[in-house]
């Protein structure tokens, strides 16, 4: 079945970095465009970035461009999301997730989601 | 990139319908047809309940259903269910997605 497991979560000190890892199965990966979706404790959900099929493009939430870095490998099936210089406020699950349909150029919907993996930026 | 606006919790009880605002701006759910509706169950990851503005995946019930005036869109659920209890977010395209911040439903 069509599944998404996220990983590489953890504790990280303000300013610090960390790669989620993102492993796909189950649907042609590299015909569908990724995100990365987050949502603080108690909060709301936070989209943070999409990739092309193809890591052509990728486009970001303001509140992350230029520390956080989307990118995938298709060969491995895995999508990741690298953060640096972290900030308390990152601190959030983070899901990735399927775009709806294939080809697609621009982020549109999310119709699978992982499971999340944790992210706690805290001293 | 601000957030799209929904009522902070909607109640009603089984076998009524509700309906939950979402308005944005014309950069984003007044400029495009992609508008979608997110359900999400405490602990649990969202599911995608309506697309492009009016739209459900398969699977998905016919008591949801979407729709759009201006810069609002809406979400009703006809048939209120018991497990129809849940946050539901909308979601819009505008170069890049903006969610918005989140309705809580009560089913009494």
């Known amino acids: 079945q069509v599944q998404l497991v996220e990983s590489g979560g953890g504790v990280v000190q303000p300013g610090g970095s960390l790669r989620l890892s993102c492993a796909a199965s189950?649907?042609?990966?590299?015909?569908?465009?990724m995100h990365w979706v987050r949502q603080a404790p108690g909060k709301g959900l936070e989209w943070v970035a999409f990739?092309?099929?193809?890591?052509?493009?990728?486009y970001y939430a303001d509140s992350v461009k230029g520390r956080f870095t989307i990118s995938r490998d298709n060969s491995k099936n895995t999508l990741y999301l690298q953060m640096n210089s972290l900030r308390a406020e990152d601190t959030a699950v983070y899901y990735c997730?399927?775009?709806?349909?294939?080809?697609?150029?621009?982020?549109?919907?999310?119709?699978?989601w992982g499971k999340g993996t944790t992210v706690t930026v805290s001293s | 990139q601000s957030a799209l606006t929904q009522p902070a919790s909607v109640s009603g009880s089984p076998g009524q319908s509700i309906t939950i605002s979402c308005t944005g701006t014309s950069s984003d759910v007044g400029g495009y047809n992609y508008v979608s509706w997110y359900q999400q169950h405490p602990g649990k990851a969202p599911k995608l309940m309506i697309y492009d503005v009016s739209n459900r995946p398969s699977g998905v019930s016919n008591r949801f259903s979407g729709s759009k005036s201006g810069n609002t869109a809406s979400l009703t659920i006809s048939g209120l269910q018991a497990e129809d209890e849940a946050d539901y977010y909308c979601?819009?395209?505008?170069?890049?997605?903006?969610f918005g911040g989140g309705t809580k439903l009560t089913v009494l």
């Open positions: 189950g649907f042609t990966f590299s015909s569908y465009g």
């Open positions: 979601s819009s395209y505008t170069s890049s997605v903006v």
């Open positions: 997730a399927k775009d709806f349909l294939e080809w697609l150029l621009y982020p549109r919907y999310m119709d699978v």
């Open positions: 990739i092309r099929y193809d890591g052509s493009n990728k």
